[in-house]
């Protein structure tokens, strides 16, 4: 692996490429699957979930400052040896490379069912796919430059909705308060607790030093957090809990329903479009991520020449299933379920584990 | 590497500009304006599934400045047939309308009442909003007789392009108060809600001149509005909806009333008369606005609840026919606030009465205030507002009214000396 300066980004390249890769959750198909498990309390699993994977975060936090420069998958071979790293490594592999495919493929049939009803999948996927992949062929400094360059464009246009949909907004519908019951509640987040998780411990060796990494981390995290907690609200004060639970794609409709006066109506292209741009940076950032992956498991030193093959495997694995709600029913909750496990106790071990080492050392 | 990028660039170029396969020109598309859905005749809806369909196309052309708009050509753009459901009618009007007939404009849902009181007409609509071009900020109207001849009868005045005439009807009409705002999205949302009777805008047009005579100027139901002249189709009044299904209809007046009690309704102006108390040969005409929310407490308890609801209204009086000074004799004024409040009060507890007993449900959306009486979903779905509550419900009214001008002319002549 290179290790030039040059691979390093700062606080608000994290912070941009942060709250996209995570954000967009509050806008894509997983919407679904969250007001169904919490109703009109969907906004507290957010806030639920990111409060279960804090303490891992925090135990992670510690164990990578100890390793400066290394990234999760190499302390683990560090300190838990090869094989359990490798193991580790196979099991993240096969969770991002799912993830991802089956993540954009359902962007790209949502996109199709709103927006291109004529144009073939297939193409889209393929247009999509090149785009991304060429982009993350750049290399990690570029994808960061990116994000951080349309970062606030997507800003204004997020808080333009906002308060657009303010005016749309009912706000009592927030109650009952806590939709299905608070055990519901504290369940559901531990569900769901891997929607925070993925790709941060990966980010590591990619910022500067550990200082801007935690400080980058927890702010991003709060922001996002907010930011879909708010949007998730939004869907509720719009459509109420029993009917958002039918619409497949509550952003899509909010984004139809909000109009700028009373002459300018059917805005949602302006919205789309920047909410497009946010999806290929965030797709970006998932290949980057699996082909390191990749590269890491295989040994591959200059990783960056498996973009090309990872991305046209994403594009088969993302063409298998027949229709995007397949995808999200089976594939995605079941990843979602296994791998939260993966998310919530590997650090734990890797702190004991380092701290093993440490006293035999000693 | 810049000069081998080129050629593929515009290379590129020759399919990036001739468009993918969801370009299409706006010159080939109908913009649908108007959706009409009416029971079709000679089908049997137990046995079939079928509806007839109207379509009032825009005309692109008006848009263009300077441009003649085709002469004779309004008849044309407007359309009835039969169709299994109004999603798959677009293909068929295919066979003699030359462009892609789209939805993604349409501002209205026009529906027969006739329809609208069957049970076939929920899962028509809510069915419907699985095609991307539907769109939940639409507004339904209800119309008493059949909805394709409310569009064909309709002859906007002012206006040649039907869009704006429809947006301006439904602008203002709900700004008065006449009709209650009903998109798509509202109707969604209280229906799927199971708690509150949702109103539809009711429209009606000039058939058999069934005018009632004489009354207050909100009294009306559409179709009886006494008036000469003018485009033939009137939007005043509400119809009912229980869980999907119309159920009645309320007038003008009960609308307005009803948009006073819902705090989710915005109204702008409203101007309404009232007998002056102190000669009841006369009507005072007021402005009635509504600055503070409404409050409504509900105390939940073995039984049938109590409910405590202040509210609140602010007065400017804007003509006194009968001449007697209000404005600078307090006694006088007191007189008239206190009128004015058993007035209000009694058309408010009249109609909560007509809910109860006529609807068994409300229409104010009052289940927003139920709900923080709740801490989750089941225990307030199992307690049934709607159901088991509100038509039992002990209800006491507050007035909070204050009259806070008298218009831009302090004192009436007086009338004896200008006689003299």
Same mark, same amino acid.
């Given at each position: 692996m290179r290790k030039d300066e040059k691979d390093k980004v700062g606080f608000r390249e994290v912070l941009a490429i942060m709250v996209f890769t995570l954000g967009l959750k509050g806008t894509d198909i997983s919407t679904v699957l969250l007001l169904r498990e919490g109703l009109n309390a969907a906004w507290m699993i957010i806030i639920g979930s990111f409060l279960f994977i804090i303490p891992s975060l925090l135990i992670l936090s510690s164990v990578l400052k100890k390793h400066q420069t290394k990234n999760l998958l190499e302390i683990t071979q560090l300190t838990m040896g090869k094989p359990f790293a490798?193991?580790?490594?196979?099991?993240?592999?096969?969770?991002?490379?799912?993830?991802?495919?089956?993540?954009?493929?359902?962007?790209?049939?949502?996109?199709?069912?709103?927006?291109?009803?004529?144009?073939?999948?297939?193409?889209?996927?393929?247009?999509?796919?090149?785009?991304?992949?060429?982009?993350?062929k750049k290399g990690w400094e570029a994808i960061g430059s990116i994000a951080w360059a349309v970062f606030p464009y997507l800003m204004i246009a997020l808080a333009m909705l906002y308060v657009l949909m303010f005016k749309e907004a009912v706000f009592y519908r927030i109650f009952p308060l806590f939709g299905n019951g608070k055990w519901e509640i504290v369940k559901a987040s531990f569900n769901f607790s891997s929607l925070f998780a993925e790709l941060l411990a990966m980010m590591y060796p990619f910022v500067k030093n550990h200082k801007t990494y935690t400080r980058?981390?927890?702010?991003?995290?709060?922001?996002?957090?907010?930011?879909?907690?708010?949007?998730?609200?939004?869907?509720?004060?719009?459509?109420?809990?029993?009917?958002?639970?039918k619409i497949t794609y509550p952003f899509n409709e909010a984004i139809r329903i909000v109009s700028l006066g009373r002459n300018i109506t059917n805005i949602e292209t302006f919205f789309i479009t920047l909410w497009l741009v946010g999806v290929f940076v965030k797709f970006v950032v998932y290949i980057y991520f699996v082909s390191k992956i990749f590269g890491f498991l295989f040994h591959i030193s200059e990783f960056?020449?498996?973009?090309?093959?990872?991305?046209?495997?994403?594009?088969?694995?993302?063409?298998?299933?027949?229709?995007?709600?397949?995808?999200?029913?089976?594939?995605?909750?079941?990843t979602l379920a296994y791998f939260k496990y993966l998310f919530l106790f590997l650090p734990p071990m890797l702190w004991v584990a380092t701290k093993i080492r440490e006293v035999r050392a000693a | 590497m810049r000069r081998r990028a080129l050629p593929f660039l515009l290379f590129s170029m020759v399919f990036l500009l001739t468009g993918c396969w969801d370009k299409k020109e706006v010159e080939e598309r109908s913009y649908v304006v108007a959706i009409g859905l009416d029971l079709p005749k000679g089908v049997d809806l137990e046995k079939e599934q079928a509806v007839d369909v109207t379509f009032q196309f825009s005309n692109p052309k008006l848009n263009v400045k300077g441009a003649n708009p085709a002469e004779g050509a309004e008849m044309e753009d407007i359309i009835t047939l039969t169709a299994p459901d109004f999603v798959t009618a677009r293909n068929m009007a295919n066979s003699f309308v030359t462009r892609e007939v789209s939805f993604s404009h349409n501002k209205v849902l026009i529906i027969s009442e006739e329809l609208a009181k069957t049970e076939i007409f929920y899962r028509m609509l809510s069915t419907a909003f699985k095609d991307r071009e539907m769109r939940r900020e639409a507004n339904i109207i209800v119309t008493e007789g059949k909805a394709s001849e409310f569009i064909s009868k309709n002859k906007p005045e002012m206006m040649v392009r039907p869009h704006r005439y429809y947006q301006f009807l439904i602008d203002r009409a709900t700004e008065t108060g006449m009709v209650p705002e009903s998109t798509i999205n509202r109707f969604?949302?209280?229906?799927?809600?199971?708690?509150?009777?949702?109103?539809?805008?009711?429209?009606?047009?000039?058939?058999?001149?069934?005018?009632?005579?004489?009354?207050?100027?909100?009294?009306?139901?559409?179709?009886?509005?006494?008036?000469?002249?003018?485009?033939?189709?009137?939007?005043?009044?509400?119809? =009912?909806?229980?869980?999907?299904?119309?159920?009645?209809?309320?007038?003008?007046?009960?609308?307005?009333?009803?948009?006073?009690?819902?705090?989710?309704?915005?109204?702008?102006?409203?101007?309404?008369?009232?007998?002056?108390?102190?000669?009841?040969?006369?009507?005072?005409?007021?402005?009635?606005?509504?600055?503070?929310?409404?409050?409504?407490?509900?105390?939940?308890?073995?039984?049938?609840?109590?409910?405590?609801?202040?509210?609140?209204?602010? =007065?400017k009086v804007l003509s006194v026919p009968s001449m007697i000074n209000y404005a600078d004799n307090l006694e006088n004024q007191e007189k008239l606030k206190t009128a004015l409040k058993n007035k209000l009060k009694e058309n408010a507890e009249n109609l909560i009465e007509k809910t109860q007993k006529e609807f068994?449900?409300?229409?104010?959306?009052?289940?927003?205030?139920?709900?923080?009486?709740?801490?989750?979903?089941?225990?307030?779905?199992?307690?049934?507002?709607?159901?088991?509550?509100?038509?039992?419900?002990?209800?006491?009214?507050?007035?909070? =009214?204050?009259?806070?001008?008298?218009?831009?002319?302090?004192?009436?002549?007086?009338?004896?000396?200008?006689?003299?």
């Open positions: 490798f193991l580790i490594a196979l099991s993240l592999l096969f969770f991002t490379l799912m993830n991802t495919a089956t993540d954009s493929r359902s962007y790209m049939t949502q996109l199709i069912s709103v927006n291109f009803p004529n144009t073939p999948l297939f193409i889209l996927y393929l247009c999509f796919l090149a785009l991304c992949m060429w982009v993350a980058s981390l927890y702010s991003s995290l709060l922001l996002t957090v907010s930011l879909m907690a708010l949007m998730y609200l939004s869907y509720i004060w719009m459509f109420d809990y029993r009917s958002v639970g960056e020449h498996t973009i090309i093959p990872i991305s046209i495997l994403i594009l088969v694995i993302g063409m298998i299933p027949e229709n995007n709600e397949i995808s999200l029913f089976v594939i995605r909750t079941n | 969604f949302a209280i229906t799927d809600g199971d708690a509150d009777l949702f109103l539809a805008m009711y429209g009606s047009y000039d058939k058999n001149n069934k005018e009632t005579g004489f009354q207050d100027e909100d009294q009306y139901i559409a179709g009886q509005v006494p008036k000469r002249g003018g485009n033939p189709i009137q939007l005043i009044g509400s119809a =009912v909806f229980k869980e999907g299904k119309m159920i009645g209809t309320l007038t003008g007046e009960e609308t307005r009333i009803t948009r006073f009690l819902d705090n989710t309704a915005e109204l702008r102006d409203l101007f309404s008369s009232f007998q002056d108390p102190l000669d009841k040969r006369y009507k005072i005409a007021v402005r009635l606005k509504q600055t503070k929310k409404l409050k409504v407490k509900i105390k939940k308890r073995n039984g049938p609840p109590k409910i405590e609801i202040t509210y609140p209204l602010d =007065v068994k449900g409300e229409p104010f959306y009052w289940s927003l205030n139920v709900r923080p009486l709740f801490d989750t979903v089941k225990e307030y779905e199992e307690w049934d507002w709607m159901n088991k509550n509100y038509p039992l419900a002990d209800i006491h009214i507050t007035m909070d =009214v204050n009259i806070v001008g008298f218009g831009k002319q302090l004192k009436e002549s007086n009338i004896e000396k200008v006689r003299d």
